[in-house]
């Protein structure tokens, strides 16, 4: 079949399809979000162009912001899809970058196409190409390489026919899943090559799901068994594996208390009786306190993330760690007792040689004890008061009004602790906290994807005014797509958890609030969100109270639905009313500072960190 390298890097792509978790088929590239310049416009544009009735292409305003939106689908559809980015080459192809990495933190698949500079090297130096003075193959396309699980650059058209497979087995593989960039030169891209039929036949992706060494599971069996106080720490890869009923079975059958991590939030019913809450920094007191008794911690699908372990302060020094990840890397962290494995695969035969076993009761009745008790903070939390609106109110203002078939977005500032900790979900999976990376502008572009990958409820994500300003483009990609979600944007006049994390270790307020920042002004301009949200095609609703808060809600949410647009809602919110969960995190206090607070927090650090557990026994 005689194409150019773009006509049949997008036959195959449209080729490819996925098994979804309920069973059924679905393309596995779903659809394409581009920003054209001459890098790619030609080449893969015009392949895009010719098959534009079978592969949606969404046109984006900022490179990072549509490729994090392509991360968003893929998170939505628990990683059975892939979106697909592209950008022409220099400052559009490097914007992309930072989506990158945010994929590569949190294992999402992600394809990202950047245009490239001439192969022929005949008409260099050209627009936007970065010269190297020792090296004439490197381009700025190189820098994706450090955030990339598979990085191709294709010099010839040929050369796809090796790399494709490489780049569906990344994308699609439990243990390797992440990000693959194939840099596209713009003169192969429109280079013809007699390509073989059977390179663009139709192919299902189902995942591998592994199953575990007998060795390795009877270890892990013995060690539960040997336990008086076993913990379940439930991570994104039950979600992704499908296995949440498997894990919920397996605590419900053994008496296991069950603790999330980020990626694994609202896995289980909040209510469930052997639900002890969110653990770590952002999680909850409740689960932090069972951590900490723990004899045995059965870790399962986590990367056990600094946030998620307390920087390893949450569990006992004793405590005997067994990890169940279909990724070595991460089964094998701090000297666990490693099952590499499919979660749900694990569970289920682990809970088969479990049969008759139990944990003690009075331990499994600690879980509904210690998370009523964080409950009631979170109501007290949450309960109306004066002067400005917390974080904690405004979340349980969306909580209360949110319904199973609901899905809730945040990624950086202090809205991820509000929502990982204080969260109450129904068992559906319905939370994407982006805190893999933490990437301020996820908000709005993630929301983005997972409004087009979801085709029930309505998606709503959470905001600061910073992460607004830092990225707001893809409001109006969304509105002119006609994808609807509501925004709810909270005001508290700058970086205000930073300021809380800088406070907090004995620092001075200093560039974050903007009453700590230099201005030449008596009186410094304020932004309008709500004015600027308008003129990005979304309906707006200002509100001061809590009270207008659920009212705007609910209307926000028949906007988004009816008329296919975002929704903001803007309120002011408090700078300083947070919801704690106890733990201690790391952070680079300086040994030395002229400020007293400094010294004496660096003392407080040091101590902290003699308690840290570096080497677990399995």
Known sequence: MRLTTAQALVRWLLAQRTELLDGTEAPLFP??????????????????????????VWRGHNEQGMALAAIGLAKATHRRQVGIATSSIGPGALNMVTAAGVAHANRLPLLLLPGDTFVSRAPDPVLQQVEHFGDATATVNDAFRAVSRYFDRITRPEQII?????????????????????????????????????????????????????????DAADAVRGSARPLLVLGGGVRYSGAAGTAREFAEACGIPITETTAGRTLIRHDHPLYAGPLGVTGSAS?????????????????????????????????????????????VKHGALAVVADADETLRELGDLLAGWRAPEPWAARAAIERSTWDSRIDILRAPGVGLPTYAQVVGVVNDHSGPDDYVVTAAGGLPGELIGGWRGSGEVSMDVEYGFSCMGYELAGAWGAAIARDRGVVTTLLGDGSYLMLNSELFSAAFAGHGFVAVVCDNDGYAVIDRLQRGQGGAGFNNLYADCATTHADPPRVDFAAHAAALGCAVFGVDTLGELADAYRKAREVAVGERRPAVVVI?????????????????VPEAAHRPEITAARRDLDQARARQVRHLSS
């Open 31 to 56: 659809g394409v979000f581009a920003i054209f310049g001459h890098g790619n416009v030609l080449g893969l544009g015009v392949a895009l162009e010719e098959r534009r009735a079978e592969i949606p």
């Open 162 to 218: 090796a790399t494709l497979p490489q780049v569906a087995r990344v994308l699609t593989d439990p243990a390797d899943c992440g990000p693959v960039t194939l840099a596209l030169p713009q003169d192969v891209q429109g280079e013809v090559f007699d390509f073989p039929d059977a390179l663009f036949a139709p192919v299902v992706h189902r995942p591998r799901r592994a199953r575990p060494d007998r060795r390795a599971l009877a």
């Open 287 to 331: 689960a932090n306190t069972l951590a900490g008794a723990a004899d045995l911690v059965l870790a399962v699908g986590t990367r056990l993330q600094d946030f998620t372990t307390a920087s390893w302060s949450v569990f006992a020094p004793d405590v005997r760690m067994v990890s169940v990840n279909a990724a070595a890397f991460d089964a």
């Open 572 to 588: 002011r919110t408090h700078p300083s009313a947070w919801t704690e969960a106890g733990a201690w995190w790391e952070v680079g």
